[in-house]
């Protein structure tokens, strides 16, 4: 290998090179593709009355597969499951549009802070980031629950009884275990996902334009409104992924602080799994939640991204 | 230079201070009410019994919530040091390799992970651990079995946090290395390692974080005598609110700012440092 000067590092190089990108590839094939794929299979198959009936026998020397939609049938036609995916996507709406309407003033006036503070701010932000999310959403049970401080607050204003007009929640002075609680929860642990892309955005942002839309007799109203806002178009989008992506799948928020009326798409699959003891139809819920949910939602994602990357 | 932002008035500055305000009370009020509460006496959140460390002193006798602590420590430890490994080599796949098979669909799976609702992640792990282990006895769950969800996801995280910085990079600062005859593992370590470390700190400390938080994955993947701190928290959280997850909450937020601020301390002078070793390499030159 180092007889001939020219080949000197090509060979090691290219062993290097194989390495480097072979590994990180093997690994995600190994754990991340195969366990997917197997989890597809899983999809089509049944439980038997102990064990999960496989796909593929052996049935006289040939291999007999027997591959059973009854799951997706049942998926398609149990209301239960329609009703999850709808309540996962409007929950995780909700959470994403208060997340913005909070968020983007925040991040605004963070950006337009004096340049010394910034910083601090930023800091200010990304602490609750690093700090347990579990115990971010159990904060929220002592504030909402019977008795808790946040709930004495909104029961002495009255503000139940709006919560109960629109519909949030179930009872007067009953806050825990209710629509209100689980958006405000996931508000509250996703709200700075949406304010550090804003924020990246909008301090980048020219003020020179802001100049300009002024000297052309836009009022400062004016001039958020048709150049800070649709400049900062991209944040919002990267923020409102950033939120609304975690908060289709996620269990944590909606086991503490949901209840029974707010099913939501994770809590089906692990109850399919641990409580049913069915994985094939924790399966089946988990690969539609894939293919309609997640899938679209990547790609999306990823045309949004490009497009930003063509802009600049 | 006069900038007209909506900061313009006094009554619009008012208002950006009262927002700004506001969420951060939002932000941190929560945390500090759990912490406050873990010196109640009263068991109940809605009473105050007078100041207490009664829940302190059972939290050292708690033996679920160390074995617990241990085992999360050892997890994250471990699996957020795999994670920046293999993130590293992923990122630098995708950004130094800009052609070879399957690029494509590498890159899709490295991203993935992050889309991905964790819930699926661990079942589908979890179905693939079991049908192995029918097949040749192992992997019993437990430790070895959260580990390897912990990195599984890690890696994906790590892998765009190195990847951001390895982007940022100039390239010239490399191709001088190799024309200067290092060896693609010399310049490496001599010019491209020094110049992410940073990056790879944020990263380790990022997949830590999530390793020692992790409920999820985590529920999936665990077996009998495995149960991680969070699992312990979750636990408990579910069937109601118990002063002594408050206490341990408060433990591990002291720990978690005093971490986080020693490390962007640290970090902020490093970066001071190298500043100012490249302005004075500068000085020299000329």
Known sequence: MESSKSSRWKPSWWRGRTAVIGIPYAWLLLFFLAPFLIVAKYSVSEMGAIMVEDVAHVVDGAVKLSIKFSNYVFIATDRLYFHSYMASIKYAFFTTVFCLVIGYPFAYFMARAKASLQPTLLMLVMLPFWTSFLLRVYAWKGLLDEGGWVANLIVWLHFDRVLLAIGVIEAQGQLMHTSFSLVIGMTYTYLPFMILPLYANLSKMDLRLLEAASDLGATPWVAFWRVTVPLSFAGIIAGSMLVFIPCVGEYVTPELLGGPTTLMIGRVIWDENFSNNDPPMASTVAVVLVLLIVVPLAIFNKYQAEAQEKRK | ?286
Request: charged letters at 15%; one cysteine or more; aromatic letters at 10%.
């Open chain 2, 1 to 286: 230079m006069k900038t007209r932002t909506l900061f313009g008035t006094n009554f619009a500055k008012g208002f950006g201070r009262a927002w700004l305000a506001g969420g951060f009370l939002f932000l941190y009020l929560p945390m500090v009410t759990l912490m406050i509460f873990s010196f109640n006496h009263s068991r109940l959140a809605s009473h105050w019994g007078g100041f207490s460390l009664e829940w302190y002193r059972k939290l050292a006798d708690d033996t679920e919530i160390i074995n617990g602590l241990w085992l999360s420590l050892k997890i994250a430890v471990t699996s957020a040091t795999g994670s920046v490994v293999l993130g590293t080599m992923a990122a630098f796949t995708l950004v130094k390799y800009k052609r070879f098979r399957g690029r494509t669909f590498f890159s899709g799976m490295v991203n993935a992970p992050l889309v991905m609702p964790e819930v699926i992640q661990g079942l589908s792990l979890l179905l693939m651990l079991v049908a192995i282990q029918r097949v040749i006895g192992f992997p019993e769950r437990g430790m070895f079995t959260i580990w390897l969800g912990h990195l599984m996801i890690g890696m994906s995280y790590a892998a765009v946090v190195v990847q951001s910085r390895l982007t940022e990079l100039n390239p010239q600062l490399e191709e001088a290395a190799m024309d200067l005859g290092a060896r693609p593992w010399q310049v490496f370590t001599l010019v491209t390692f020094p110049m992410i470390t940073q990056s790879l700190i944020s990263a380790w400390l990022l997949t830590f974080s999530l390793s020692l938080d992790d409920v999820v994955a985590s529920a999936f993947l665990s077996g009998p005598g495995a149960t991680t701190m969070p699992l312990v928290i979750f636990s408990r959280a579910r069937l109601g609110l118990d002063p002594s997850v408050n206490a341990v909450a408060t433990v591990m937020i002291v720990v978690v700012a005093i971490c986080v601020a020693v490390a962007s301390i640290w970090v902020a002078r490093a970066e001071r440092r190298r500043a100012a070793e490249i302005s004075a390499a500068a000085r020299d030159d000329s």
